[in-house]
């Protein structure tokens, strides 16, 4: 991981909750994997290797959040009341020469979690690069598969 990842306050605390359930689970998947033991032949063993391959996720997961907990700066908020985009924060935008206005939302990590009202928009993207630190009023360009588009920020919600 390049550098510091930035989250807001609550990002923050629901990895520290998925990390804290999957730890939590671990004396279940170990248990898991003792009764397939006990069961004998583990070649032609299911459930014993099912439950292997669960651990090993869990593991590759638990390592992959403590990462990120330990490379996360949470975000200074006070950059709202100046109009400046900052991580968290939610964004009326529109495309310049258009009348429809979106709201987009920078995460420094997609959560993976669907909204009707608003789309994620990831610091690392470009789309992300180009909101970061962009104030009310502010037109940005970003370039995409379709080449590049012009937002003007509209503000913050």
Known sequence: MDGPQFVTKEEKQQIQARLDELIANRPAISK????????????????YHAAREEQGMQEAEIKRLTDRILHSQVVDEAH?????????????????????????????????????????VTLSS?????????????????????GMKRFEIVELA
């Open 80 to 120: 709202k009341s100046m109009g400046v985009v900052f991580v968290g924060a939610m964004v009326r935008i529109r495309e310049v020469g258009g009348d429809e206005i979106e709201v987009v939302k920078l995460v420094g990590e997609s959560s993976g979690g669907d909204s009707m009202e608003y789309m994620e």
């Open 32 to 47: 898991r994997i003792q009764e397939a033991r006990d069961l004998g032949d583990l070649k032609e063993n299911g459930d």
């Open 126 to 146: 470009p789309f992300g690069e180009a909101l970061l630190k962009a104030r009310v009023g502010e037109t940005i360009s970003v370039r995409g598969p379709r």
